[in-house]
């Protein structure tokens, strides 16, 4: 795919791994609409901002509304409650799946007609390596990739016929402010957002951008007991 004559709507552009995916984008040339719940905090040259919600369906459908030339969708807005899904009010449980799940499908919803009626295209859904190992401690965010996992491998077969390929992005954690207190190795997101921009240009369906994910996906194949060792 030819990025640089693209136009990208790119979810929750305004701060950390959006931000960084749509900086990459643009400096492809790419046209870029940053989309975010406060068009105003988007500081990106070059971008445009765009007011959207994606777990409101009327910002949803305002933003398609306002659009209308989009062939790349971004699905990156994200929330982390670190809600534990036995202990936790069942709001905040339901927020992780409102976002990453119901959000996820109804951006996708509003703009796959768009990006189909402009000769097709891409979406790219960022997942988690989380989308296949779950931790109790953040079981509801855990929860909500693996369903948006699923999510995107219905969708890329539902879509394929109309010219767009969807791609689901693995990857474990960046060096953003939704994990500063998380004391682990984190990625640099420019770096990921590049993997992510070439894994959309060359029409790739999956994209592990780390060793995190990639033994992640490896320990799939061995089942409850490799995935989970502490099981008695």
Not at 80 to 93: K, M, Q, W, Y
Request: proline share 4%.
């Amino acid at each position: 795919m030819d990025l640089s004559t693209s136009t990208v709507l790119v979810t929750g552009a305004n701060r950390g791994f959006g931000r960084a995916l749509a900086a990459e984008l643009l400096s492809r040339g790419a046209t870029v609409y940053a989309g975010a719940r406060n068009p105003d905090q988007v500081d990106l040259p070059g971008a445009k901002p765009i007011a959207l919600d994606i777990t409101d369906p009327a910002s949803v459908a305002a933003a398609a509304e306002a659009t209308g030339n989009v062939t790349v969708l971004v699905n990156n807005a994200g929330s982390s409650t670190g809600a534990d899904l036995l202990t936790a009010d069942l709001d905040a449980v339901r927020l992780e799946m409102d976002t990453h799940y119901f959000g996820t499908l109804s951006v996708t919803r509003a703009f796959a007609p768009q990006i189909a009626a402009n000769g097709g295209g891409a979406i790219l859904n960022v997942l988690s390596g989380l989308s296949w190992v779950s931790f109790p401690d953040f079981g509801a965010y855990c929860a909500a990739k693996s369903a948006e996992w699923s999510l995107t491998n219905a969708l890329r077969l539902q879509l394929a016929d109309q010219g767009i390929r969807v791609a689901g992005l693995h990857v474990g954690y960046m060096d953003t402010d939704m994990v500063r207190a998380v004391d682990a190795p984190k990625s640099d997101p420019t770096d990921i957002a590049r993997i992510a921009v070439d894994g959309i240009a060359n029409g790739a369906y999956e994209i592990v951008a780390d060793d995190a994910s990639r033994q992640a996906q490896a320990a799939l194949a061995g089942g409850v007991s490799v995935l989970y060792p502490q099981l008695p």
